[in-house]
């Protein structure tokens, strides 16, 4: 459910938002910053697939020692597939069948996996099923974490969330799915903050230094206490990647 990666000796490491299905895009954002296979990681929100028509060479881009992710509700609208009578979160309908939850993700973008054969389908199945919901990563002092949607409000630190995301399924789908985090801060249907009046102060989860999401499209990266979402891929038509040490700097902002 969460993977640790110690520091990075020899090169950078870069976080960015939801790719979905966009290969071309990616390749063109590593080549923006000089990005160096040998030695520098990139790190994804999720979302690799559905969108772009390139998913399926998303997928197999995981087999690399420089490329990770964290699992998105995309990709877990393609494991429903398979693993019907799920969890969702109550502002969903609960799926009962395989059909239905065929239909939620082909009417989401996953109408290409349609076309593969089984033996494939269940390949690209087995490689997104081992996806983390979390990632963790130690950059020189601090701990920065990735979670997709959000660690949801219930929880005040890292290490609760992470019991949690071990154990209970509609904690597993409030990671994958919710945006009552960024909410309270930004009116994501206008994209735009709310007023001061209507903002809640901003919160702190302890434990990390810093988490990162993507799944809800902003313009710019969007700041509440600790917690930054860069998912602007499709705000700015263009992938970015992120390093650490700037997505480290919006917390630093946030804290004068």
């Given at each position: 459910?969460?993977?640790?990666?110690?520091?990075n000796?020899?090169?950078r490491?870069?976080?960015?938002?939801?790719?979905?299905?966009?290969?071309?895009?990616?390749?063109?954002?590593?080549?923006?910053?000089?990005?160096?296979?040998?030695?520098?990681?990139?790190?994804?929100?999720g979302?690799?697939?559905?969108?772009?028509?390139?998913s399926?060479?998303?997928i197999?881009?995981?087999?690399?020692?420089?490329?990770?992710?964290?699992?998105g509700?995309?990709e877990?609208m393609?494991?429903d597939?398979?693993?019907?009578?799920i969890?969702k979160?109550?502002?969903?309908?609960?799926?009962?069948t395989?059909?239905?939850?065929?239909?939620?993700?082909?009417?989401?973008?996953?109408?290409?996996?349609?076309?593969?054969?089984?033996?494939?389908?269940?390949?690209?199945?087995?490689?997104?099923?081992?996806?983390?919901?979390?990632?963790?990563?130690?950059?020189?002092?601090?701990?920065?974490?990735l979670?997709?949607?959000?660690?949801?409000?219930?929880?005040?630190?890292?290490?609760?969330f992470?019991?949690?995301?071990?154990?209970r399924?509609?904690v597993r789908?409030?990671?994958?799915?919710?945006?009552?985090?960024i909410?309270?801060?930004?009116?994501?249907?206008?994209?735009?903050?709310?007023?001061?009046?209507?903002?809640d102060?901003?919160?702190w989860v302890?434990?990390?230094?810093?988490?990162?999401?993507?799944?809800?499209p902003?313009?710019?990266p969007?700041?509440c206490?600790?917690?930054?979402?860069?998912?602007?891929?499709?705000a700015?038509?263009?992938?970015?990647?992120?390093?650490?040490?700037?997505?480290?700097?919006?917390?630093?902002f946030?804290?004068?």
């Amino acid at each position: 459910m969460i993977s640790i990666f110690p520091q990075n000796p020899n090169g950078r490491d870069f976080v960015t938002g939801d790719l979905h299905g966009n290969l071309d895009g990616l390749l063109l954002a590593m080549e923006k910053v000089a990005f160096d296979q040998s030695k520098d990681r990139l790190f994804a929100l999720g979302d690799l697939i559905d969108g772009a028509e390139q998913s399926r060479a998303l997928i197999e881009k995981l087999e690399n020692d420089w490329f990770f992710s964290v699992r998105g509700n995309h990709e877990q609208m393609l494991l429903d597939r398979f693993d019907a009578l799920i969890y969702k979160p109550p502002s969903m309908p609960q799926l009962q069948t395989q059909e239905e939850a065929c239909q939620s993700h082909r009417k989401n973008g996953g109408a290409w996996f349609d076309a593969l054969d089984e033996d494939l389908q269940t390949q690209l199945y087995q490689k997104l099923s081992k996806l983390p919901l979390a990632i963790e990563i130690e950059y020189g002092a601090h701990r920065v974490g990735l979670v997709h949607a959000e660690v949801p409000e219930q929880f005040s630190s890292w290490y609760e969330f992470i019991l949690a995301v071990k154990e209970r399924p509609d904690v597993r789908e409030q990671s994958l799915w919710n945006r009552l985090a960024i909410e309270s801060v930004y009116h994501v249907a206008e994209d735009r903050f709310w007023e001061s009046e209507f903002t809640d102060a901003p919160r702190w989860v302890a434990g990390i230094d810093l988490l990162v999401h993507g799944h809800t499209p902003v313009p710019a990266p969007v700041v509440c206490g600790n917690q930054v979402w860069i998912d602007i891929a499709y705000a700015q038509d263009s992938i970015r990647f992120f390093e650490i040490s700037e997505l480290l700097k919006y917390k630093a902002f946030n804290q004068q």
